[in-house]
């Protein structure tokens, strides 16, 4: 079986699981998490790039767990919604995204590195170096 068309399987499978409620996790979330990348629930993900989190800077790793853990925060503006004003990332529903920053050594400010997730399961997180202008899709399986 090709590599897509097993990751494919293991996607539709894992979402089933979660669905059903036969998850051998404790919780739904969680497993729709392990699954990696998926589609938005509202949106097409389907042109963006997709790269493994351990790609990333280790700061964006960093920011993940957090976000996994559900923070705490190291600034306000983390864990608020993303308005997507840009038009980049898929049109979903007010709400569905939230902004997570992604800390740049030596500066005192946010910066420009961001995670974006979108919160309806199964989470999808993105990445921007450069403050909204380009996003990638994240696996963070991998």
Do not use: W
Not at 3 to 9: G, K, L, N, W
Not at 35 to 47: E, K
Not at 64 to 92: H, K, M, W
């Amino acid at each position: 079986m090709s590599e897509i068309t097993s990751r494919t399987v293991k996607v539709l499978l894992s979402l089933l699981l979660v669905l059903t409620g036969a998850s051998t996790t404790s919780s739904p979330a969680l497993a729709a998490e392990s699954i990696g990348v998926a589609q938005a629930a509202c949106g097409d993900t389907s042109a963006f790039r997709e790269v493994a989190l351990s790609s990333l800077p280790t700061q964006a790793t960093d920011t993940v767990r957090l976000v996994q853990r559900g923070g705490p925060y190291p600034y306000s503006q983390d864990n608020q919604t993303f308005y997507n004003r840009e038009g980049i990332l898929p049109a979903c529903y007010t709400g569905y995204y939230k902004e997570y920053t992604v800390k740049t050594p030596g500066i005192s400010t946010r910066g420009a590195r961001r995670i974006v997730t979108g919160n309806a399961p199964p989470k999808l997180y993105f990445y921007t170096p450069d403050h909204y202008a380009s996003f990638v899709l994240v696996d963070i399986t991998r």
